[in-house]
């Protein structure tokens, strides 16, 4: 048993403490050690006053003169405060640091991570909470290694802030290759929503998690004799482990109630016990209090208010008193052991009081006091942000000041990366409620936060936003594409299409009825399941015809049109002038960039993707590696960079980088499993083009693995995928001998895109695959199937396209006939920018025609390539000759 240290009831928490502080001794000490630069986890839960803070200040005792010790904790009236305890963890370090110190230290991640912990001004932008997470991780990942070892305590963590418990979780799953100690206390079941998921995760993680559990009788008596002295009978000290439950909070303040009592420790005086409980809890507490007097009672109102860190002088203001007799209230509240001084302000000397205070504020009393705090926090300058937390307690009381300065908070929120932060400002500025002509506006703007989040959500708002009076022609454009986007994203294209033709139908022919069409084109250009493809293509082709591309209108409506007829096969020289005029001087055009929000970013990737397949692989290339370098920078690190990420990647694939395909096609499964595990169209993408790369590099097992975690079967998502995703999974099953499977879903595929008039041979290569498959049983339909996409190819005119069909048809011809085919469908692959393909088609020629020489050009394309079993191939070849 771990046995009380001088002073007794101080340390009544540890007693029957040796397992979990031996744990904390082990990970300090390993942490410590010359022979690791892991870190470790420990988390301690359990019901209020059983002792995690005494556990957790005994682990600062262990580190001292040993390692640096960070720590912060939660506050039940500070839930709602973004990066709260975060901020408390690592400002300290970071404001003793010069700028020009910070900025080394954060690096890249400086603009990204400074604002969230308030010591960096927020850009213009509004980062993605994942990406602020990474940042967050990333900064303290630099300062472990400049601090190394490094001990975080976080205590209270059922009361921390959702976007610091958001980065806990995360941080808490990387320590094996970081130098630092965290350790966690809660109490279990008081988190809700995503904090209590972000709490079990951490659990999850840790090495171990630890239930703390009340002292025993015996434990009890024990701490009671150590602090009255052993001349404590049994049974007193077995009335005080009945009273206080083994509790080690209470158990301690009983004794020290007794001590001020000077009541004796003797069976005859056990009566007495509940009586002194009461008095140091609950509304005992409150009595005890009240004793003290009304000047240090509203003082200890007005701090419970503020919180934590508590200023004497903010205090002062809020309760109405004056310097000196703030001071003296707070004396009295440190000898009644209620409240304790530090270097940054006054704390609750246990939550348990804190509670207990905040809970005997009268409502009415309480709810005027926030508002109070709000005004004196905003006085101070600290901002809208910082004062939010307690505008959110005020009554509605229809003040359209309180709704400004909610807006404002909510600004402010996006602009470091705490999105919910900004919907719980302004939903509260809603219940004001906002003046008739502010209303509408109150809503566009909690559409637009929750668009990402909750698109379910962001329907409602927008839709009652337009049914009001007040949004200008441009926010009701604004607002109608994104509530179409909202809709699309939760697959409900039909009513996001009628959305927007109900609104272009109000408008006059300009500008905002021009971008209205471009978004309904776009939507239904994506649409697997789209009726009437080619009159849809026909009427896109009439509107895009004559326009210049003189504003961004007109350059979507030329993206749109260019993909349009890249997925249809027209001529690929007319899909890259379309393109071309859709730029300015060869750049994304102001307001059409990968971070400008009015335009919806599928545009960008319909643009990337009508290069890519129209030979353009270098335009393409720099569209994307644009596109991931704009997210990173601007934080978005979440299904944006996870999309760029995959469309870069299948650049790298079509150009014959297997290697660095995929890399980059992992990585963007990497980011986007962090937004949604599986079952998102991004997910989709990028996994159809990571299964195409792997089939190319030979490693089918591995392309059916990914095939199985993401469930690539057919698909019943209204979405269009680059490449074709059942032309990949028909050339899948081939590959993993699953015949009939493949010819089915080839079949399917050719009857699917022939009735949308999609015959773009490169991006939906089924023919070829189909041909090969029937070429034993059915030579005739092989020969049928591959003559009629030749044609095509021909039509779409671009090298790869042409070789690819002379490639086929050579593979499907036998002889002299063969080999000359091959010859030709060589001289235009080696022409193209897609080396894998050039590749194949110099090994398949070296092996009809006999030519070592041209198996071994094949041979080194295809090791330069990254292609394993076509390499593999062509030794075999080469070992025969």
């Not at 209204?718 to 089915?744: C, F, H, K, Q």
Request: hydrophobic share 45%; aromatic share 6%.
């Amino acid at each position: 048993m771990t046995q009380g240290r001088p002073g007794g009831g101080a340390w009544a928490p540890l007693w029957e403490r040796d397992e979990e502080i031996g744990a904390a001794e082990r990970a300090v000490s390993g942490l410590c050690s010359d022979m690791t630069t892991e870190g470790g986890l420990l988390v301690f839960s359990g019901d209020a006053g059983i002792g995690k803070t005494a556990l957790m200040a005994e682990v600062r005792r262990l580190a001292h003169g040993r390692a640096t010790v960070w720590a912060a904790r939660g506050g039940e009236t500070l839930k709602t405060v973004p990066f709260n305890v975060v901020r408390q963890l690592l400002q300290p370090a970071l404001v003793a640091l010069t700028p020009d110190e910070v900025r080394e230290y954060l690096g890249d991640w400086y603009e990204i991570a400074g604002p969230a912990l308030g010591i960096a001004e927020p850009g213009s932008g509004r980062p993605e909470p994942q990406a602020v997470c990474d940042g967050l991780i990333a900064v303290v990942s630099r300062l472990s290694r400049v601090y190394w070892p490094l001990v975080l305590l976080v205590d209270d963590a059922h009361w921390a802030d959702q976007e610091t418990l958001h980065w806990l979780a995360a941080f808490a799953e990387r320590l094996d290759d970081l130098p630092v100690l965290v350790v966690v206390a809660h109490r279990p079941g008081e988190a809700t929503g995503d904090s209590a998921r972000h709490l079990a995760r951490i659990g999850a993680a840790a090495r171990p998690a630890t239930q703390l559990r009340n002292l025993t009788p015996e434990a009890t008596a024990g701490l009671t004799r150590a602090t009255l002295g052993e001349h404590a009978d049994a049974p007193f000290c077995r009335e005080v482990w009945a009273v206080t439950n083994g509790n080690p909070y209470e158990s301690v303040e009983l004794l020290a109630k007794v001590q001020d009592s000077e009541l004796e420790p003797v069976e005859g005086s056990a009566a007495e016990l509940r009586v002194l409980n009461r008095s140091a809890r609950g509304r005992g507490l409150v009595a005890r209090l009240e004793e003290l007097g009304t000047d240090v009672t509203r003082f200890a109102w007005a701090a419970a208010i503020l919180g934590s860190a508590i200023s004497v002088d903010l205090a002062a203001s809020l309760a109405g008193l004056p310097r000196d007799g703030a001071e003296q209230c707070a004396e009295r509240l440190r000898t009644a052991r209620i409240v304790t001084g530090g270097e940054e302000g006054l704390e609750f000397v246990h939550p348990l009081i804190a509670s207990a205070v905040y809970q005997s504020i009268p409502p009415a009393t309480r709810t005027a006091m926030h508002g109070q705090a709000a005004w004196a926090v905003t006085r101070s300058g600290r901002g809208a942000a910082a004062a939010s937390r307690h505008l959110l307690e005020v009554i509605p009381d229809d003040d359209p000041e309180l709704v400004e300065q909610l807006r404002e908070a909510a600004t402010e929120h996006l602009a470091v990366g705490a999105p919910d932060a900004a919907r719980r400002c302004l939903e509260r500025a809603l219940r004001e409620p906002p003046r008739p002509d502010v209303h509408a506006r109150v809503l566009y703007e909690l559409g637009c936060a929750t668009l990402l989040t909750s698109p379910v959500t962001t329907v409602g708002h927008l839709r009652e936003a337009l049914s009001m009076r007040g949004l200008s022609q441009e926010l009701r454009v604004d607002a109608v594409c994104r509530l179409s986007q909202a809709l699309v994203h939760n697959d409900q294209l039909g009513e996001g299409l009628r959305a927007i033709t109900e609104e272009a139908a109000r408008l006059p022919v300009g500008t905002d009825r021009l971008r209205l069409q471009a978004v309904h084109f776009m939507w239904e250009g994506i649409h697997a399941g789209e009726e009437d493809s080619p009159g849809r293509s026909r009427r896109l082709a009439a509107l895009a015809g004559s326009l210049s591309g003189r504003d961004n209108a007109e350059r979507a409506l030329l993206i749109l049109r260019a993909f349009d007829a890249m997925t249809r096969g027209e001529n690929a020289e007319e899909v890259v002038e379309l393109c071309d005029r859709a730029l300015v001087n060869g750049r994304l055009a102001p307001g059409l960039g990968w971070t400008d929000a009015e335009w919806s970013f599928e545009l960008r990737l319909m643009l990337g993707g009508s290069y890519a397949f129209a030979d353009r692989l270098d335009r393409a290339e720099s569209l994307f590696t644009e596109a991931v370098k704009a997210y990173e920078t601007a934080g978005w690190s979440g299904g944006h960079l996870a999309l760029a990420h995959a469309f870069l990647g299948y650049v790298y694939r079509r150009r014959g980088r297997l290697r660095d395909a995929e890399k980059s096609l992992r990585e963007s499964l990497r980011l986007a499993d962090r937004v949604g595990q599986g079952g998102l169209p991004m997910h989709w993408e990028a996994a159809s083009m990571l299964i195409d790369t792997l089939l190319a590099r030979g490693h089918a097992e591995q392309a059916s693995a990914v095939a199985d975690r993401y469930g690539f079967a057919p698909p019943n998502a209204s979405t269009i995928y680059v490449p074709d995703a059942m032309s990949v999974r028909g050339r899948l099953l081939l590959a993993l001998g699953r015949r009939e499977e493949g010819l089915n879903e080839l079949e399917a595929t050719a009857k699917a895109l022939t009735a949308r008039g999609q015959y773009n041979t490169v991006l939906a290569p089924w023919a070829y695959d189909l041909a090969r498959a029937l070429a034993d049983e059915d030579p005739r339909r092989a020969a049928d199937v591959v003559t009629d996409a030749r044609v095509q190819a021909e039509r779409f005119g671009t090298d790869t396209a042409i070789g690819e069909a002379l490639r086929c048809e050579a593979a499907l011809a036998s002889g002299p006939r063969s080999v000359a085919l091959y010859a030709k469908a060589v001289a235009y692959l080696e022409a193209s920018p897609c080396a894998y393909e050039h590749a194949v088609a110099r090994v398949e020629y070296g092996v009809v025609s006999g030519s070592v020489e041209e198996l071994q050009r094949g041979l080194a394309l295809a090791r330069s390539c990254g292609a394993d079993e076509l390499a593999a191939r062509a030794e075999r070849f080469l070992a025969g000759v």
